[in-house]
């Protein structure tokens, strides 16, 4: 009698097995070995498009100080100038809802130069690596592209 209790309490434990584990295990390893690069590869893509959007902004910040003060600010007032009177009149800003101008999204700071190259003025992100030209993750998102 005493046998059979002691084997009755052994079915009433609950758990699951080393196998039953395991099998679990590796089918969440291979669900994240399938899943995990398709979401990092839309991080990236949320990123570019991020500085892009940010990009526009600035632009938009600069095409109203260029209404207000009658010119782009230099290169050397940077774009600080949109969030800080350069020691201009008729300076009407702050032309950013936010009191810092944003770093992009690999937080580094937006490369800015006026007159530009490429228009009145060239706004650049160099993307992951921080240095002109690349692919993927690190390609230059630009102003006039």
């Known amino acids: ?7 009755l309490m052994l079915e009433d434990r609950r758990g699951f097995t080393l196998i039953e584990l395991l099998v679990v ?3 969440l390893g291979l669900l994240a070995a399938l899943v995990g690069p398709k979401l990092i590869g839309n991080v ?3 990123k570019i498009k991020a500085a892009k959007a940010q990009i526009e902004l ?4 600069l095409d109203q100080f260029r209404l207000d003060v009658g010119r782009f600010p230099s290169t050397a007032e940077g774009l600080q100038a949109l969030v800080a009177n350069p020691g201009v009149e008729d300076w009407e800003g702050p032309y950013l809802k936010k009191p ?3 770093k992009d999204s690999w937080n580094k700071e937006y490369a800015y130069k006026s ?9 650049s992100s160099y993307g992951a ?4 030209g690349g692919s993927k993750e690190n390609q230059d998102i630009n102003s006039w592209e």
Do not use: F, N, R, W
Request: no cysteine; aromatic share 4%.
């Open 100 to 102: 810092t101008v944003p």
């Open 129 to 132: 690596d921080g240095q002109e």
């Open 58 to 61: 600035l632009s938009q910040g």
């Open 115 to 123: 007159p530009g190259t490429h228009g009145d003025y060239d706004i």
């Open 1 to 7: 009698m005493k046998l059979v209790k002691k084997l």
């Open 44 to 46: 990236d893509k949320a």
């Open 25 to 27: 295990m590796i089918i």
